[in-house]
C-alpha cells in the first residue's frame, strides 16, 4: 500500500507560489513612495502567514521581482513569510515591466515549478506606465499552462499608474485594480491584494476585508499625503 494511503498518514502540502513583482523605478523615490511601499510588504507578511495557516494542505512560498531598468529576482528563493527577513527596496531607472513579467514566466515553467502546485498568486504593484515590451512578456506568461491558472492582482500607486496595464495583466473586468494615493492605502491595499489573490489560490475563504476598508483620508500631520 502507497505511504499516501496507510491509517494515519498525512498528505503532503502543495506548493503555493506567491510572487510579487515591483516597480523601483526613478519615479517610486518621490514623494516617500518606495519608503511606503516597503513599510507595506512588511506589513503584508504576517497576513501571508495567517494565509497558510488556514491551510493545511498548502505550503505558502514567497518571492519578489524587482524591475527598473531590466528585473532581477528581490527575494530569489521560494520562501515561508515567516521566515521572511525583508531586505528594503531601492528606487531607480525605467520600468520594464515586460522584462518581470518573462522572469515570472520562467519560474514558472515545469521545471522548475512543480507539477503538483496549487495555482500561482500573483501581484503586481506600480506606479508609472511600461518602457517596455510588455504586452508580449503577458502573452507569453498567458501561453504557459500555470500562466493561465495564476492568480492576478494589482495595485496602483498614485494617480499617474498606468491602470489600464494593470487591468490587463489581472485579466478580469469583474476586478479591477487596487488604487492606493497616499502610504497608509498602499499598506492597507497590498495587504488587501496579497491576502486575497493568496486565499483565492489556495482554495479557502479570503480574509474579511473589504474594498472599503482601502478608503483613507489624507491626515493633517503630512503622513497622508496624496501622490
Keep these: 500500500m502507497s505511504t499516501l494511503l496507510r491509517p494515519g498518514a498525512s498528505l503532503a502540502r502543495r506548493p503555493l507560489h506567491f510572487i510579487m513583482l515591483v516597480d523601483c523605478s526613478g519615479s517610486m523615490a518621490a514623494s516617500g513612495k518606495i519608503v511606503a511601499l516597503n513599510t507595506a ?18 505550503e505558502l512560498l514567497m518571492r519578489v521581482v524587482r524591475f527598473a531598468s531590466g528585473a532581477v529576482w528581490h527575494l530569489a528563493e521560494p520562501t515561508d513569510p515567516d521566515r521572511v527577513d525583508w531586505v528594503d527596496l531601492q528606487a531607480g531607472g525605467y520600468t520594464d515591466l ?12 515545469v521545471p522548475p515549478m512543480e507539477e503538483r502546485a496549487a495555482p500561482p498568486a500573483l501581484v503586481l504593484v506600480s506606479d ?8 508580449g512578456a503577458l ?29 490587463e ?4 473586468p469583474r476586478v479591477p485594480p487596487v488604487s492606493a494615493s497616499n502610504p497608509e492605502q498602499l499598506v492597507r491595499g497590498l495587504r488587501w491584494a496579497g491576502t486575497q489573490v493568496a486565499a483565492a489560490a489556495s482554495s479557502i475563504a479570503p480574509m474579511p476585508v473589504t474594498p472599503d476598508d ?14
Excluded at 508609472?128 to 504586452?135: L, R, S
Excluded at 506568461?141 to 500607486?157: D, E, F, K, T, Y
Design 98 to 109: 515586460g522584462a518581470a513579467i518573462d522572469l515570472v514566466g520562467e519560474a514558472l515553467t
Design 139 to 167: 502573452g507569453r506568461l498567458l501561453q504557459l499552462p500555470w500562466g493561465q491558472r495564476s492568480v492576478r492582482m494589482a495595485v496602483a500607486i498614485g494617480r499617474d499608474a498606468d491602470r489600464r496595464t494593470l487591468a
Design 128 to 135: 508609472g506606465m511600461p518602457t517596455d515590451d510588455y504586452t
Design 41 to 58: 510588504v512588511r506589513e503584508l507578511l504576517p497576513h501571508l502567514g495567517e494565509i497558510a495557516a488556514r491551510n493545511p494542505h498548502a
Design 214 to 227: 482601502l478608503v483613507v483620508a489624507a491626515t493633517e500631520d503630512g503622513s497622508g499625503v496624496i501622490w
Design 169 to 172: 495583466f489581472i485579466g478580469d
